[in-house]
């Protein structure tokens, strides 16, 4: 009897979805906050933590996702995490609280909070090795769609709907990624015996909520003493996990993919790619809305087409990888978040809209390639057997330094509001754009850190066809 060949095309999309929601449900309330707050009759403290809720939930769990990757299998796992996406879903949905919605943005980053890291080992898990830079290249578009279609969302929604929409449409996305698990991924043979590392659970959770919650809470507590504890707290925790863990196999989140070098390169080029572009991500909305006088509705038209753009350039990306190597993939995504980046180093109020379309268009193409090389090179540096922990370092990494990133542009434009004395709406909106004018030569000032790196650990064409 023949056994059936797995349609590795339909593995690829059903893992594409789960990476869909998952960054979808990063920011799926953002830019509602201030309608939500309405809408409950609540202050702007407690509606926070809707989004900080979610981040220090999915920071505590993204470091058990390649032991509950060994344990249970990545279909398992993936399948049980539709299904409370689902009801979670619903749940939010007749939320009668703002107290109910913050536990079910809690109980969300901590389920759809490991889709992304999860989704990423499996598709180098179940993927023949010519097919993994081609599906990680849908894979990483579907994080940018992801985590970009949310604000197109949420201005329509709360202009001619309700808030209630963003989460009904998390219902049948859930669906379809349970029918394609059951149908499409296939089964993994788990270590049934394998334990769960408590103490190092207990560290990695711990240390990553004291960092996150530290990070979180910066625009707020500013550089002092009391900010200073927490984050030396949180480091000393970590310390204290990778002097426990550095040599223990059975740890919850494996080390020994430090052990690669070219993983540690690639790890820092993400970094500076997460710092440099998680800035702007936090940034446009409000630069757009407050800077420019444009409306929640009009921002998403805006940023619409970034997503349709990184879309398109996926197979670009994937074929300058394939016949070119690393290292081209790195640099020409630098320049052209440079060349995207040039239109807003010097704004002025007469910026047009169509400028700014295309400006963001071209940063969407360098944004691409750096997306697939920053996720196919940190995942092709390591054997496939610690996939799962290699995506969980890089996934807990990045949320790391989001919430750090958006806590420090949150600080500088609050520092300026507050230095200019700004009170008029042409004052705050001038302090909006020159704020954004730094944050976009600070942002691209970073993003070239990835050139040495891309130069000296990289593979280039030869290395590659090897």
């Known amino acids: 009897m023949d056994v059936k060949k797995p349609n590795n095309m339909l593995i690829i999309l059903t893992l594409g979805l789960a990476a869909l929601i998952g960054s979808m449900n990063v920011t799926l309330l953002n830019v509602a906050l201030p309608s939500l707050m309405i809408y409950f009759g609540t202050d702007v403290i407690t509606i926070q933590w809707l989004v900080s809720g979610y981040t220090l939930a999915a920071g505590i769990v993204t470091p058990a996702v390649g032991f ?72 990483g ?17 709360v202009m001619y709907a309700t808030w209630h929409v963003l989460l009904l449409l998390m219902i049948p996305f859930a669906i379809l990624l349970l029918i394609g698990c059951v149908k499409f991924l296939p089964e993994k043979v788990v270590e049934n015996s394998k334990k769960l590392d408590f103490t190092g659970f207990a560290l990695t959770s711990i240390g990553s909520f004291v960092l996150l919650f530290s990070f ?46 070219r993983y540690v390169a690639a790890l820092f080029a993400d970094a500076m790619n997460v710092i440099g572009l998680q800035m702007i991500v936090f940034v446009i909305p409000l630069f757009l809305q407050n800077g420019m006088g444009i409306s929640p ?37 630098v320049i052209f978040l440079f060349a995207g980046s040039a239109a807003f180093f010097n704004i002025s109020p007469e910026l047009s809209v169509m400028v700014i379309i295309i400006a963001m268009c071209v940063r969407s193409f360098g944004m691409a390639f750096l997306k697939l090389m920053a996720t196919n090179t940190c995942m092709a540096a390591v054997p496939a057997e610690l996939s799962g922990h290699a995506s969980a370092l890089r996934t807990w990494m990045d949320q790391m330094l989001t919430a750090l990133v958006v806590s420090m542009a949150s600080t500088v434009i609050s520092i300026r509001l507050a230095a200019s004395g700004a009170q008029t709406m042409e004052e705050i909106a001038l302090v909006y754009r020159t704020s954004t004018e730094l944050l976009f030569v600070v942002s691209c000032t970073i993003l070239l850190f990835i050139i040495p790196i891309a130069l000296k650990y990289f593979r280039g064409k030869n290395e590659m066809r090897e």
């Open 141 to 157: 578009a579907a994080c940018i769609v992801g985590g970009a279609t949310p604000s197109v969302l949420a201005g329509f929604a």
């Open 216 to 261: 979180s809470n910066l625009s707020k507590w500013g550089i002092s003493a009391k900010l200073l504890i927490w984050v030396c707290i949180g480091f000393v925790i970590m310390g204290a996990y990778v002097k426990r863990s550095w040599n223990k196999k059975d740890a919850v989140l494996s080390l020994y993919v430090l052990k690669h070098p």
């Open 68 to 139: 509950l990757d060994d344990k249970f299998g990545y279909k398992r796992v993936i399948c049980v995490i539709a299904v409370l996406v689902v009801v979670l879903s619903v749940v939010g949905i007749f939320a009668w609280c703002v107290e109910v919605l913050i536990i079910v943005r809690v109980l969300f980053g901590a389920t759809a909070g490991m889709l992304t890291p999860l989704s990423l080992a499996t598709l180098y898990q179940c993927l023949p090795r010519h097919e993994q830079e081609k599906a990680a290249g849908i894979w």
């Open 297 to 333: 509705a009009l921002t998403g038209i805006i940023l619409l087409p970034v997503s349709l753009v990184t879309i398109l350039t996926t197979p670009i990306a994937t074929k300058v990888l394939t016949t070119q190597g690393e290292k081209t993939l790195a640099i020409t995504g």
